[in-house]
């Protein structure tokens, strides 16, 4: 017959006969971050929450405390993992749009094309969920808005290369970028031909 005991959000195991075996090493912080961003593209962050965490990951409350203080802790890992992870691709889109041929609207298209070839549902719904947070915390207005100064900051001078003004090339930049979000929720999952010609010509416009 066993005992169980709990150390640092996992189950040891011991027999009345025996030495206790020595407890598992604690479920490592990725883990959690990336628990809480699955939690967080399903129900937002109110979703995002010690108890439901554990129980998904099929573990103690424990293994929480020994990488994270509060849930609070947890909110800000997780804010800053989105915030850079976000930020350091945004700049490897940007070199891999450069290629041979570094013409700006070349470019322009290229990172385009990265965004509406490569579908990421759960990247999108962690996004919506994060401007949802953000629309209620400063400290999620503020990740949202480094992630969104990135992003302008790769398109602004591009825009500029081709001849515009500065807040010509800020407008169509951010014109740019509400098209690719924003197309992604008005015709997601449709691949026809007329879905394909309208972004085309969409393109068209936005690029020039």
């Given at each position: 017959m066993e005992d169980h005991t709990v150390?640092?959000?996992v189950v040891k195991s011991s027999t009345k006969r025996g030495t206790p075996t020595a407890p598992e090493k604690p479920l490592d912080r990725?883990?959690?971050?990336?628990?809480?961003?699955?939690?967080?593209?399903?129900?937002?962050?109110?979703?995002?929450r010690v108890e439901v965490l554990a129980r998904t990951l099929g573990i103690t409350k424990g293994s929480?405390?020994?990488?994270?203080?509060d849930r609070g802790a947890l909110l800000a890992a997780l804010l800053a993992q989105w915030?850079?992870?976000?930020?350091?691709?945004?700049?490897?889109?940007?070199?891999?749009s450069r290629g041979a041929d570094a013409?700006?609207?070349?470019?322009?298209?290229?990172?385009?094309?990265?965004?509406?070839?490569?579908?990421?549902?759960?990247?999108?719904?962690?996004?919506?969920?994060?401007?949802?947070?953000?629309?209620?915390?400063?400290?999620?207005?503020?990740?949202?808005?480094s992630v969104d100064a990135a992003r302008l900051a790769t398109l602004v001078p591009l825009y500029r290369a081709l001849g515009h003004a500065r807040q010509e090339a800020q407008a169509r930049a951010l014109a740019l970028y509400a098209f690719i979000f924003g197309q992604s929720l008005i015709v997601e999952g449709v691949a026809t031909a007329e879905a394909r010609d309208l972004r085309e010509r969409c393109a068209r416009l936005l690029i020039g």
């Open positions: 150390a640092y959000g990725a883990r959690w971050l990336e628990a809480a961003l699955d939690a967080l593209a399903e129900g937002g962050v109110g979703l995002v929480f405390y020994w990488h994270f203080k915030r850079d992870g976000r930020v350091a691709s945004i700049a490897a889109q940007a070199g891999a013409a700006p609207a070349v470019r322009l298209r290229r990172l385009l094309d990265l965004y509406l070839d490569h579908a990421n549902p759960r990247g999108m719904a962690i996004e919506l969920a994060m401007r949802d947070w953000a629309r209620r915390e400063a400290a999620a207005a503020a990740a949202v808005a």
